[in-house]
């Protein structure tokens, strides 16, 4: 089993109250009788390609085209996705399986290639590739479906010992017609090959909204591919229907024991598969079978985990025969994934098989324990007895490791300093980092290490070991010093920074603006309070980059006059340093009162104040009387909705009547729990448009109850756009966010009347907000709701708003003017953005894509090319396998067809401040987060009052209107040539 990127699920066994996290990006094995379930493996996104063969081999493909078409697939591996924080600090990266790529970014399925000119017996010089041993005849030849390119292409898999060389061969199928899509591939028992085409123009998650006209989900085509009877490929022209032939099927549950053993190990594969399972069934499969036992012996790993799987007193000696250190030396490949090296072959098995030892012995830290306390323990070797320390619970583990150190005739490894970091204070543990951060020969090593792994460590418990060494590297190592100084906020050397930045050393002349700016940079780091010092190089330093380092640090300082000395420059500042010191300035208390102290002095223009920076102002500043001043000066920012307080009375009798063809709709936020005393409309004895289990549901009254129920659930605090229809024959259709949900599959013609907004029948009450709220007395059509979802709408006797004069609110429901409102275009914007989506698909062409290379740096600040660039944002290694069309929409309208797992992570801290960045991972002590420019940071949830998704993308709007029309013309011709 596989689940996706942005998937997450749990999983129980019928009548069990016991429940298994069964997150994205994962793998797993279940028995059929649902007596056990376990995650296999992490990663890669979205596992489209699974396929067995007849030894027992099995293999899986990565989705996405970063050099994993085809991959062996071993259990508790590790394979770089979307998945990295549940990935074990010690797990090593599955390394890539080619150096070439597929030409698409949506891999989608494996089939054996068995028969016909593409088939190992065959294929030989047709492989694309220099190497001899490539041309020669593969041991598999797989089909990979490629839905972005509309092809079925072919990999010729070779045998290099234990491990695999990929060759692309011919393509097996290819389709000028866009629609087609191949989105999976499957073996049959028949020897044909079938195919799952999608047959639809729009292909992937964030090429254009959810709700574009153009995407098709009612349709798709399946494919069966025939083998030839002799084996060759005909021309067109003498190719007959009876060239092409498929074997009989039988009826496998009425074929004998004898039939079926006879069928093991043949050809097709897929017949092989379906003897073998209808043998498990009767429970005759031969003992010789790869799946007459969970692990084979035989196999590379297969000892390590049969002997884990059954761990005793009696075998953890033999399991830690395995225990044997890293290859010195050992070879390495670049990442796919990120800008590190990571072994290959023989050094990564060494590493795996580590690996696997260590995770079986965590699963029994007692028996751990017993042994290493043992004389047999005493007589193994050092390396396994540090392994099995590591195995052991970490504050426990980490005097032992300390221990055992001065025996190991080699320098520790990530992990084993990792353990002596994360707890300085235990016996014998401050003293060796001591020894190590004290040895020359090591020190810069260990620095390094600490830094690589600084998310994971508490800067506070390390802080004290790190500023001595700190200090002494300052003037022989400055860069490593002064990343060691920001990232552990060795704040006792602040005054070693001033003093360095205040010297004449610190002249243009003397120190390269790199050195300035990392300087700078740290000194933001710790927020320093020398805003003066900031001041002077912000308006006299020659370099732009180190001028913006001096305002960035200053929008930070915890210096009482910062902001005032920073909005003292904003009238010099160039627009980019505009955005970014509001930013900066809106996420503090103190920063937000004076940015609204300057607003209604008419010292900043209004017209700087976009959505998202009124937004942090309104967050940060709560209840301060400064917010209604806020919504004098920036009335348009600030949106009416009707806020519902979870009280039974909190509904507003609006006298509603429903009576033949209607449309209801509304954009709808509601808190955590939500339930069916949530509700969108509602009348006694009557409709009710509730949310029972997180679900928008139609209840048509006691006679019907539930005649429509939407599939999707609604995410808690945010806003999502429901629209519920009914037409002339009393169907009723439930839409989200501009699709068709759910259609009821009996009607409800009766007249309700006297509904009221938010009142359920429940004890208890609507809780959340809601705005937009129009009924129709007529059934708006599919493309309608489609296309007006996202629109504010201006005044129209076709509808009615709610709520309206004379309405009666009850106790626990308001009007209020907030700013966190849906993304809704007026008509005016909307023209306005269709104006500038026709400027920019016209200028496309005339780009030069060298020049727009250049210009990338643009967006590699938070996206992925190749193997540079931030983790931030979606890779863009296949951008333009997306097409212009899907560019330009995630460029103008980033928070239009934004995936859940890009959209911000909101954290207030309990001093007040606010952190908007992506997440990057958590424990149960700290919350990990990346933002663009800046190293990953670890908050301790200590300091943390809340944290929330908000419906808006990092990526900022309006990011290419600095840029001269020539320049986005070659940015975007460069990502047109992106194709994975």
């Known amino acids: 089993m596989a689940q996706g990127l942005f998937n997450n699920s749990k999983v129980h066994k019928p009548g069990s109250d016991n429940f298994v996290d069964y997150p994205k990006c994962g793998m797993a094995r279940m028995r059929p009788d649902g007596s056990g379930f376990e995650m296999t493996s992490i990663g890669p996104n979205n596992i489209w390609g699974l396929v067995i063969t007849n030894e027992g081999e099995s293999f899986i493909q990565e989705a996405n085209d970063y050099g994993y078409p085809i991959m062996p697939f071993h259990e508790y591996a590790y394979y770089p996705g979307g998945m990295d924080a549940l990935k074990k600090s010690y797990q090593p990266d599955f390394p890539p399986q080619s150096e070439f790529r597929m030409g698409g970014t949506g891999l989608s399925g494996l089939a054996l290639i068995e028969s016909g000119p593409l088939s190992p017996n065959v294929v030989s010089a047709l492989a694309e590739s220099s190497e001899p041993a490539a041309k020669a005849a593969p041991t598999y030849t797989m089909a990979v479906a490629n839905p972005i390119t509309s092809r079925v292409q072919t990999l010729a898999m070779h045998r290099d010992g234990a491990y695999w060389k990929l060759a692309q061969l011919s393509d097996f199928i290819t389709c000028e017609d866009p629609f087609f899509r191949p989105v999976a591939l499957t073996n049959g028992p028949d020897g044909c090959i079938y195919i799952v085409d999608w047959y639809n123009k729009i292909i992937s998650h964030n090429e254009v909204p959810r709700a574009h006209p153009d995407r098709d989900k009612t349709r798709g085509r399946i494919w069966r591919v025939k083998p030839r009877s002799d084996g060759f490929q005909p021309s067109a022209k003498t190719e007959t229907a009876g060239s092409r032939h498929s074997l009989p099927i039988p009826d496998f549950t009425k074929l004998t024991t004898e039939e079926l053993t006879a069928m093991l190990g043949a050809k097709p594969t897929a017949k092989a598969h379906l003897a073998w399972q209808e043998l498990t069934d009767r429970k005759q499969l031969p003992e010789t079978h790869f799946a007459a036992q969970e692990y084979l012996v035989s196999s590379q790993f297969g000892q390590i985990n049969q002997i884990g799987r059954s761990l005793s007193d009696q075998n953890i000696g033999e399991l830690l025969v395995f225990a044997k250190p890293s290859i010195p030396n050992a070879p390495t490949t670049a990442s796919s994934r990120a800008a590190k090296q990571i072994p290959v072959r023989e050094a990564y098995d060494r590493e795996f098989e580590r690996f696997l030892v260590r995770m079986f012995l965590e699963r029994q830290p007692d028996i751990v324990a017993k042994f290493l306390d043992s004389e047999a323990a005493a007589k193994l070797p050092v390396e396994a007895r540090v392994l099995a320390s590591l195995a052991l619970e970490p504050k426990a583990s980490a005097s032992r490791v300390a221990k055992l150190l001065p025996q190991l005739d080699r320098a520790l490894n990530d992990e084993e300093l990792l353990r002596l970091a994360q707890f300085p204070a235990e016996a014998g543990v401050g003293d060796a980092l001591k020894a190590l951060l004290s040895n020359e020969k090591s020190r810069a090593s260990v620095v390094e290490k600490l830094l690589a792994q600084r998310t994971k460590l508490d800067a506070v418990q390390i802080a004290p070991l790190l500023s001595e060494t700190a200090k002494s590297i300052l003037t ?505």
């Open 476 to 980: 022989t190592a400055p860069e490593l010093a002064l990343q060691l100084i920001g990232s552990f906020q060795l704040t006792s050397l602040e005054g070693d920074l001033v003093a360095l930045a205040r010297s004449d050393g610190f002249q243009p002349s003397i120190m390269t603006a790199g050195s300035r700016h990392a300087l700078l940079n740290t000194l933001r780091d710790l927020r320093s309070g020398e805003a003066d010092l900031f001041v002077s190089v912000a308006q006299s330093d020659p370099d732009l980059l180190v001028r913006d380092a001096a305002i960035e640090a200053l929008s930070v300082s915890r210096a009482a006059d910062a902001a005032t000395k920073l909005l003292a420059l904003y009238p010099s500042l160039q627009p980019a340093q505009r955005r970014s010191a509001l930013t900066a300035l809106s996420s503090s208390k103190a920063g937000a009162k004076t940015i609204v102290g300057a607003l209604i002095s008419n010292s900043l223009p209004p017209a700087d104040f976009d959505g998202p920076t009124v937004d942090r102002l309104v967050t940060v500043l709560g209840d301060d009387p400064a917010i209604e001043q806020l919504q004098q000066q920036l009335g348009g920012i600030f949106r009416e909705v009707l806020i519902f307080d979870g009280q039974d009375t909190a509904w507003v009798d609006s006298k509603i009547t429903l009576d033949g063809p209607f449309t209801v709709e509304a954009w709808v936020r509601l808190a955590a729990q939500i339930g069916n005393d949530d509700c969108l409309l509602g009348t006694e004895n009557g409709m009710q448009l509730n949310f029972f289990g997180s679900k928008l549901r139609a209840y048509a009254g006691p006679e019907l109850h539930d005649v429509c129920a939407a599939a999707k659930p609604m995410t808690p605090d945010l806003w999502t756009h429901i629209a519920v229809t009914r037409d002339a024959q009393g169907i009723i259709r439930i839409y989200q966010n501009g699709e068709l949900d759910a259609t009821a599959k009996k009607p409800a013609p009766m007249k309700w009347e006297n509904c009221r907004i938010g009142w359920s029948g429940p004890q208890g009450g609507t809780e959340g907000a809601m705005m937009e709220f129009r009924v129709w007395n007529v059934e708006r059509t599919a493309a309608e709701i489609r296309g007006g979802f996202d629109r504010s709408y201006g005044p129209d006797k076709t509808y009615t708003s709610y709520p309206k004069a004379g309405d009666k609110f009850g106790k626990g429901v308001r009007i209020a003017k907030i700013i966190d409102t849906p993304p809704l275009l007026s008509e005016e914007a909307a023209k306005a953005l269709d104006i500038k989506f026709a400027k920019l698909t016209a200028l496309a062409p005339k780009g030069n894509a060298a020049n727009g290379k250049m210009l990338s740096a643009l967006c590699m600040a938070c996206h992925q090319i190749g193997n540079a660039g931030g983790q931030i944002g979606p890779n863009l290694s296949g951008a333009g396998a997306m097409g212009l069309e899907a560019v330009l929409r995630n460029i103008l309208t980033p928070n239009a067809a934004m995936e859940p797992g890009y959209r911000i992570f909101r954290i207030e801290m309990k001093n007040g401040d606010l952190i908007d960045a992506f997440f990057v991972s958590e424990d149960k002590k700290a919350t990990v987060i990346r933002q663009p420019g800046f190293p990953d940071r670890r908050i301790d949830k200590k300091d943390i009052s809340s944290t929330k998704y908000i419906r808006r993308s990092l990526m900022p709007e309006g990011l290419l209107d600095a840029l001269p029309d020539q320049s986005v013309a070659d940015l975007l011709a460069y990502l047109m040539t992106l194709k994975g």
